[in-house]
């Protein structure tokens, strides 16, 4: 997972992993266990990632401020909590749209051309 | 592998201030907890969480880099600490005994001076830096780079600082004993070590745990 290419005011959006750990976190906050199964979830099992990199990346969301995390008590066990901050949502909303302009540009790039789309036709 | 013995060389092999050891340990226990409740093996959660030694260089790598900018916030507040207790000091130390009110000025105090407004400048752009997502590439290098700088200029600001005040004293009538200002310059450089010896602790961590550039080939 590389970068997602967009360049905005003040700052770049986040690479990739953390954009998508924001994109999970913003619905609800949530631990690291459940982080890593409601990104499976979402991504219908293609994104299974590991602790070894999300944790590092929840640290890294941490120390730059695009989210905080706080111990809370769940279903009797203590957990460390994290949740998007203002910080984190200016930025998912920035690499959102970047990644949006990638994937639309990679589409238009890999889309068959036209005469051979409609010999596929008939 | 057991989460016991997983969690034993991810122990082993993290580079992390005791406080946030203990967060990143509980933290990851938490983690397997959750996973064997859900029903899964503990071969099956140790092997998905990879080698406990690549996840504690990448966990201690962030660690020290928290760990680096909060030194950097306790330096700049040791260095405002210093000149606010420096002007105090100045101020009420006399109790009227001046002959001349002491100038503020005289060489090399200046040098001090400048010391202390160029570690604040960076001191400041050093935490913008690490908290950048522009430069997350290179936070490593900042941090260690930063340290340098800081530690530099704060250790000018005391040596210029302190022999400033040791020179107007043969000088200006009124001053402080030899003593007195021997004891006022113990407390100077003890606020200093005090302030800046996280930062350093913080940098080491970093350095041993940062790859070492290869040499070119021949």
Redesign the interface.
């Known amino acids: 997972m590389s970068e997602t290419g967009d360049d905005r005011e003040g700052g770049r959006a986040p690479a990739n992993l953390e954009l998508l750990l924001l994109g999970v976190l913003v619905r609800e906050p949530l631990h690291g266990y459940a982080i890593i199964t409601s990104l499976r979830q979402l991504s219908g099992g293609l994104f299974d990632l590991n602790e070894g990199s999300v944790y590092p990346a929840l640290h890294r969301l941490e120390r730059t401020g695009m989210v905080e995390s706080a111990w809370s008590e769940v279903q009797g066990r203590r957990r460390r909590v994290y949740r998007v901050t203002r910080k984190g949502r200016r930025s998912l909303e920035a690499g959102r749209s970047g990644w949006q302009r990638t994937a639309e540009a990679v589409r238009a790039v890999l889309a068959l051309p036209p005469s051979r789309a409609s010999r596929r036709r008939t | 592998m057991t989460v016991r013995e997983w969690m034993a060389r991810f122990d082993g092999a993290l580079a992390a201030a005791p406080a946030r050891r203990r ?2 340990c ?3 226990a ?2 397997f ?3 064997l409740a ?1 029903g899964e093996s503990e071969v099956a959660v140790t092997a ?4 406990p030694e ?2 504690a260089l ?2 201690s ?3 020290c ?2 760990a680096v ?1 909060r030194a950097v916030w306790l330096l700049l507040a040791g260095l405002l600490a210093l000149g606010f207790l420096w002007r105090l000091g100045m101020v009420l130390y006399p109790l009227g005994q001046w002959v001349a009110p002491p100038r503020v000025l005289y060489p090399p105090h200046h040098v001090g001076l400048a010391a202390w407004a160029a570690t604040g400048a960076a001191g400041a752009a050093a935490v913008l830096a ?5 430069l ?1 590439g290179h936070h490593q290098a900042v941090a260690l780079a930063a340290t340098l700088v800081l530690v530099a200029a704060f250790a000018l600001h005391l040596v210029a600082g302190n022999l400033y005040v040791w020179l107007r004293n043969d000088i200006v009538a009124g001053s402080p004993s030899a003593g007195a200002q021997a004891a006022l310059s113990g407390a100077h450089l003890l606020v200093a070590a005090l302030a800046a010896a996280p930062l350093v602790r913080a940098a080491r961590r970093l350095r041993r745990i940062s790859p070492r550039p290869r040499p070119g080939p021949g």
């Open positions: 967060v990143l509980e933290e990851l938490a983690h907890a959750d996973a859900a998905s969480a990879g080698a690549h996840v990448e966990c790598r962030e660690a880099l928290l900018e690490l908290r950048s997502w522009r997350s």
